[in-house]
């Protein structure tokens, strides 16, 4: 197990270089970046204005005679008649006036110490913002996740036990609506009914306290916080139990059909004993293994449109807002957070598998 541990620990490098050189390459060809956006607010200030921020040298009509004069044509769009000296200060400014290969290097360097840069339009570092807005996404994955399980492990190894019954035929109805909507449907539906849309308003639409919590006891904080994460996690949880409700109900099937299910029966063992004696640990291997990558499923794919419908200010919304404001450093850091994640829990799930089994050896195989 500790040569595979080292093998896979090796590959997370190559790994991450692959997935931050991809993120890169794509946030180089989207339009709109921070320089075209700087230019476009500028465009529409005063001449004091852009001379200042130009860092001196004259006014709106010089920088057009300069401009015209040298006849050169900008890359940026909107850039007429803006001084080409104050275009590069401003490439400087954002990091631009490099190439793209040495500001790839630089940036792997500086992620490699944990080092990943400054927002562009925030006075505070993306490890900082990224441990400020963490909280809220790991609550809101980890609340969905856990109650999730709780509801999709019995109702599975319902379903099993009554394969092909009314229980199974009806309960898989309900099964299939909640794989097909997806978690932000139900979001809308849920504000709709609950949040004041049109029917009740009993649930918060925004946030995760209420103003003034700081002046609540503890335990009426609680509450609140209770409150408020009810119409996200219930959003999160219709959409999300589905697939961990059939994976449950098939891996117990699969084990209920084996020759030692059978030895166990014809010895004169009850049914609950032989399912819960026998059938459990086997064939919760699979589901119980699976439990990170299933927190960090929904702590990615779930977390961002539910945290932007609601308000809730967490990593999905931080990430929402950087792609629409081109906060590169943010968009690069966080994906790099996201990606070194996912790589560690899924060494974790290998770890968890053993664990639960130790007939498992990883080592046997190809990693």
Do not use: C
């Amino acid at each position: 197990m500790a040569n595979y541990l080292f093998k896979r620990l090796l590959l997370m490098i190559p790994t991450l270089l692959g997935i931050m050189l991809i993120s890169f390459i794509i946030v180089q060809f989207v339009p709109g970046g921070p320089v075209e956006r700087m230019i476009s607010q500028l465009q529409g200030h005063s001449v004091d204005a852009t001379a200042r921020f130009g860092g001196g040298g004259g006014g709106a009509d010089m920088s057009v005679s300069a401009s015209q004069s040298t006849g050169q044509s900008s890359k940026y769009r909107g850039s007429q008649g803006l001084d080409p000296e104050f275009i590069a200060e401003l490439e400087a400014q954002y990091g631009f006036d490099k190439p793209a290969y040495q500001r790839f290097f630089i940036m792997v360097k500086n992620y490699a110490k944990f080092d990943l840069g400054q927002s562009y339009y925030r006075d505070v570092s993306v490890i900082d913002l990224v441990l400020e807005k963490m909280p809220v996404s790991i609550s809101l994955g980890l609340w969905s996740t856990l109650i999730i399980y709780l509801i999709s492990i019995p109702l599975g190894i319902k379903k099993a036990v009554t394969d092909g019954q009314k229980f199974d035929i009806w309960t898989s109805a309900a099964v299939f609506v909640g794989y097909a909507i997806p978690s932000f449907m139900f979001a809308i539906l849920l504000i709709i009914l609950f949040a004041g849309g049109r029917y009740f308003d009993i649930f918060p639409l925004r946030g995760l306290l209420s103003d003034g919590w700081q002046d609540m006891p503890w335990w009426q904080i609680t509450l609140d916080y209770l409150w408020h994460m009810v119409l996200p996690v219930a959003a999160m949880v219709v959409s999300g139990f589905a697939g961990l409700t059939m994976l449950t109900k098939n891996s117990f099937l699969d084990e209920i059909n084996k020759h030692y299910v059978l030895t166990a029966r014809a010895k004169g063992l009850e049914s609950s004993q032989v399912l819960y004696g026998h059938v459990f640990r086997n064939a919760m291997l699979i589901v119980v293994a699976g439990f990170p990558s299933a927190f960090l499923a929904i702590f990615f794919t779930g977390s961002l449109l539910i945290e932007v419908i609601f308000s809730l200010d967490g990593l999905g919304l931080l990430g929402y807002e950087s792609v629409i404001n081109r906060d590169y450093p943010v968009v690069l850091g966080t994906l790099y957070i996201f990606a070194l994640m996912g790589l560690i829990t899924t060494l974790i799930r290998d770890i968890v598998y053993v664990m639960v089994d130790p007939r498992i050896d990883f080592e046997a195989r190809q990693v």
